[in-house]
């Protein structure tokens, strides 16, 4: 077949020479992988083993600090630590409002990148330069500062309710509330969603978006049919890393929000120090964990797809 | 025998027979400034329904940008822009009744060949059986059903090519824009693909414009041809007319290949003066032996192109480029050259064209 | 007349945008990302504050003399500075011949350790932290200078593999092979083209790991905390143990290094070295 030169081709040229076929690059790929098989691939399975209840070995010294540690009678572990995690309706509260901040984050920082993205690409100028900018910014702030900021600014006594009392209205306190929470994930999830989306929505071709205006598509028609597909992996990692990184989030939800019920990432930290019950705790990180892996899957999966779909695998 | 004809000074570069109530395209007077140049000065250009003109000039000469300002992506300073009679420079691309086919294609990766070509179709919310036989006899028509489920990124260069021609044709649009719809494409399939293109636009009889710098690509295809440079339209003639009537010095060189010397011709020979005189090199004839109004000339290179060969003939008066074809002479070959056609130019226009008859 | 005519033909050739939409838009925008960052800010210069006003009830600059004066206070700065480069030092030895073999050879388990490191993100960090945590009981590693930098660095090993892997890649091999073709050996070309060509993405890598050092205050404050102590983690008991406008001075010095690093890297940030390096290939 007389296939055209493709930018898949290329690449694909480009990622399998014939000549680096060696061990040289296994061995140079080794020490990442090795530092985190040991320090995260180990602890890990170290971890599930202790939370199903396997106290032996180095989870001996963690079993005798802890309390109300469930210690399993045979070698394949007991659920029981998970059962009493799953049974406490606070936990299962704490849950509820993870997955829910996690969604509502997810859907916020993904439409106001989206806007912002498509606001360069279709009218572009200084002002949406100006804009993606600004989105950029909380990505050099720490987070402890921007929670700690965010909670000043819409406390009792903040910005937000000292501008609407200059009117005499009685606006609302979100500081302490879910609310904050959701406003501090959205607020240190933007930057890196920006970067993708508008780097991924910039890729496309001028001439993908004239020739759809050619055909007679507006607006809409547009962004849902040609430059959302078409930015569709990077718009896919940008809501797979923002959701994964609120569903395990600690600073945000632990200065902003209430203290209870509150994210799972708080419970997490609460069970393992000032419980002292770290056997729960870790139960409470797999469950995160599971959660974050199905995301995670989401995106390894479409990344494969859309390879294929444009002939690059 | 030296037959001179004078050209009237007045003779409008634009020739239209039909000026009024007129289907397909018309552009009068579009203007357009970009980074503080003006890149499109004051133009106007016609096409009729369903003749195929070519928009032929140098790189940079504002081609790409004409046709994006007919075709509604970028908005003319001023001027009007009528299809079939109706004023269109108010429209957005989306509700404009043409159709472009882009330098690049412009296919959407992640759309089938089928769902490219049915997108305009689909806008125009058509049935969903409609649709699919429009988008099959358009494919027919391209030589493609066997590619309807493959992306764009499968097939090649020339099928791209026709899946962008058949995504504007199945638009059914009254009027066809095409920018250099072939410079993607190898030499053979380039030749292959433009008489496809002409076959189909004439049976269609769809109003086209293409955009082009090749000339022999113009001069094949075209109907008409508008000759561009520096944002104007210098000639807008028949392919035959332009070469033989070349309206400027800038045509003349642009189409075909011309020796440009200063000066005037009399009795066939190159005299001092402030014209310019071109002379194609077909129009040079190089004989051993001596001949009416020939004068002894010395080759000086030979340079072979294929099937002929360009010679340098050093005559007293000028040097003279001519075509041979056959066996060429060889460097430091003596012999007599005569001038048989020649164009005299006064500041850049046309005046007189000499033919000597023998 | 003209100008409307103007006007009308300029949103014919682009797209329908509404204009007073997008204009509110970038004002929620302003106050929204720097609403927050100014109005923390400017308490580190007030004196008190009374609620419904919008400035406060005097200026001072005595909070920065409790801030700088406080022992605690600037020995975190130190720690937090020193441990951010130790981290990249360490991260980068770590994880640049990884990033180069990602790019440029094929091997055995490629795809997966790539996978593999985007997991370790997918784990919740405060999850991680504790199960690190008690494997670290057990090497007695709590409260150590190592046990804190292991945590840094863990947190640093995305991006120091998959940016420069993906700027690795960026670089033309054509380039490389003129290079062999002089006669530069291996190792030569790779210092002299590769290396140079990449440089961006390792700078933005950089940028990021440090920044993700400087900001890490769960692990640290886990693993470290109550000897260890970075500004991050300082800021936890800070807020709940001085004024408020003490926070707000650490606050802007804990952000002046990122600002910093933030005018420096702006360009190549911005310019989609970030975003190419997420795109497993
Ligand atoms: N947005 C712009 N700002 C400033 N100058 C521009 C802009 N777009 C085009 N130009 C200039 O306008 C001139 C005409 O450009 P155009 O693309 O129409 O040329 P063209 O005839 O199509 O050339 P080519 O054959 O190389 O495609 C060029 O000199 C170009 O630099
Ligand atoms: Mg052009």
Known sequence: MTLAPTRGSKRRAIATPAVARRPLGFFLALPPIILILLFVGFPIVLAFAFSIGLTGGLNHVIASIGLNVHEAENWWGTPAAYIEVLSNSRILRDLSVTVGVTALSTVTVIFLALGIGLFLKLRGGRIARLLSGLAIIPLFIPVVIASWAIVTFYSGDGFVRSVFAQFGVEAPVWAFTMVAVVIGSVWTSLPFAVLMITSGLQAIPNAMIEAARDAGAGFLRIVVSILIPMAFVPILIAVTFTAIGVVGSFTVPYFTGPNAPNMLGVSMSNYFSAFNQPQQSVVMAFIVFVIASGIAAAYVWANFRSAKDQGKV | ?358 | MTMITKRARKSAARLNFSRPLSGLFCVLMVVFILGPLAWLGIRAFAESWTFPNLGPDGWTLRWWSVVLGDETLGRAVQNSLALAALTVLVSACICLPAAYAFARYEFWGRRTFLIGLFALNAFPKMGLYVTIASLFYALNLMSTVLGVLIVHVLGTVVFMTWIPAAAFAAVPRSLEEAARDAGASKLRVFFSVTFPLALPGILVAAVMSFLASFDEAQGSYLIGAPDIMTMPTQMYTLVLNYPNQVAAVFSILLAIPSVALLLAAHKHIVGGTLAEGFQIK
């Not at chain 2, 980074?35 to 790409?64: F, Y």
């Not at chain 2, 000639?235 to 075909?256: C, N």
């Not at chain 2, 040079?284 to 192109?305: C, G, I, K, Q």
């Open chain 2, 1 to 358: 025998m030296t037959l001179i004809e004078e050209i009237h000074s007045t003779t409008p570069i634009h020739r239209e027979t039909d000026a009024g109530g007129l289907r397909g395209l018309r552009v009068r007077g579009l203007h357009k400034v970009l980074g503080g140049r003006t890149i499109i000065d004051n133009l106007d250009l016609t096409v009729r329904d369903g003749e195929l003109v070519s928009l032929l000039g140098p790189s940079g000469c504002g081609k790409t940008t004409t046709l994006r300002m007919i075709a509604g992506f970028l908005a003319p300073d001023a001027g009007s822009i009528q299809v079939h009679d109706r004023e269109v420079s108010d429209l957005g691309a989306e509700k404009r009744p043409s159709a472009m086919v882009f330098q690049n294609y412009a296919l959407w990766p992640h759309m089938t060949v089928q769902n490219n070509v049915g997108f305009p179709l689909k806008l125009r919310r058509l049935g969903k059986k409609e649709i699919e036989q429009r988008v099959d006899a358009v494919l027919a028509l391209v030589n493609l059903l066997h590619h309807k489920n493959s992306r764009p990124a499968r097939i090649s260069g020339g099928e791209q090519q026709r899946v962008a021609l058949a995504r504007a044709l199945v638009q059914e649009p009254e009027l066809l824009l095409l920018d250099e719809p072939l410079s993607n494409l190898d030499a053979k399939l380039r030749v292959k693909v433009r008489e496809d293109i002409r076959e189909i636009q004439q049976r269609l009889g769809i109003t086209t414009l293409i955009v082009t710098h090749d000339q022999e690509e113009a001069i094949s295809m075209s109907d008409r041809i508008a000759v561009m440079n520096a944002g104007k339209i210098e000639q807008f003639s028949r392919p035959a007319e332009l070469y033989s009537r070349p309206e400027t010095e800038f045509v003349a060189t642009f189409i075909g290949s011309l020796n440009r010397i200063e000066g005037a011709l009399v009795n066939g020979v190159i005299v001092p003066g402030d014209d310019v005189v071109g002379i194609r090199p077909e129009d040079v004839v190089f004989t051993l032996h001596a001949s009416f109004d020939a004068r002894p000339a010395v080759v000086e290179r030979v340079v072979p192109h294929g099937h002929f060969h360009e010679i340098y003939l050093k005559r007293d008066d000028a040097t003279l480029r001519a075509f041979a074809s056959g066996l060429p002479p060889a460097p430091g070959d003596r012999g007599h050259a005569s001038i048989q056609n020649a164009l005299t130019f006064r500041q850049g226009r046309l005046v007189t064209t000499t033919r000597v008859t023998a």
